[in-house]
């Protein structure tokens, strides 16, 4: 089973930016797709961004434009690089990774917007 880590999460002021990571411990992991999910309070889980194994990126309307999903194959880590933030996107973000159908879960960082 693939192990993933998310770092990166904190208070930031809106209009700031953050950068996430995810490690894998996966030796597969430059075959494997990644991406990320975000849960609100007193909301459902929902897509925020995804990456192919490659390279090819997909994301959620509301945050074209602001944020972009990267890897680094030789690092096993897959980055959400996150700008302009706004308080609605106070979140806690979870990384995932899939591969032949079996999908791993990180276990989140927790992202605040907050003035």
């Known amino acids: 089973q693939v192990q993933l880590v998310e770092s990166g999460g904190g208070l930031v002021q809106p209009g700031g930016s953050l950068r996430l990571s995810c490690k894998s411990d996966?030796?597969?992991?430059?075959?494997?797709?990644f991406g990320w999910h975000r849960q609100a309070p007193g909301k459902e889980r929902e897509m925020v961004a995804s990456i192919t194994a490659g390279g090819s990126t997909m994301y959620a309307d509301f945050v074209k434009g602001r944020f972009t999903i990267s890897r680094d194959n030789a690092k096993n880590t897959i980055y959400l690089q996150m700008n302009s933030l706004q308080p609605e996107d106070t979140a806690v973000f979870y990384c995932?990774?899939?591969?032949?159908?079996?999908?791993?879960w990180g276990s989140g960082t927790q992202v605040t917007v907050s003035s």
């Open positions: 996966g030796v597969i992991f430059s075959l494997m797709h």
């Open positions: 995932y990774g899939r591969y032949l159908g079996q999908t791993n």
